[in-house]
Nanobody
Framework: VQLQASGGGLVQAGDSLRLSCAAS????????MGWFRQAPGKAREFVAA????????YYADSMKGRFTISRDDANNTVYLQMNTVAPDDTAVYSC????????????????????WGQGTLVTVSS
């Protein structure tokens, strides 16, 4: 599976931004897709995940209500809609893929993902 993330850039606090992750290379119906971010000097953290088959979504508690993950079956693309961004959202955002699992806690851990795209930098100015 190859992943290509895009959509990052410089935005102001309070703005909205949508990141895209285009996937290719395998049948995605058995995969889950995740977004992670890593701010300067901080550890990578889970943002959101979605199962390709049912569209079930998972969010980090701190992202609920502001970020929305979705998928476009026709274009094999996963989106991360970011609303009301704040300077603390400044980070490199990366998308990742792994096989779906009934052990859903695994979706929250970067180490469980097999495929990664390059990151896209989001910078939020105050």
């Amino acid at each position: 599976v190859q992943l290509q993330a895009s959509g990052g850039g410089l935005v102001q606090a309070g703005d909205s931004l949508r990141l895209s992750c285009a996937a290719s290379g395998d049948t995605l119906s058995t995969y889950a897709m995740g977004w992670f971010r890593q701010a300067p000097g901080k550890a990578r953290e889970f943002v959101a995940a979605i199962t390709w088959s049912a569209g079930t979504t998972y969010y980090a508690d701190s992202m609920k209500g502001r970020f929305t993950i979705s998928r476009d079956d026709a274009n094999n693309t996963v989106y991360l809609q970011m609303n009301t961004v704040a300077p603390d959202d400044t980070a490199v955002y990366s998308c990742a893929a792994r096989s779906e699992t009934s052990w859903t806690a695994r979706y929250f851990y970067a180490a469980s993902y097999m495929y990664w795209g390059q990151g896209t930098l989001v910078t939020v100015s105050s």
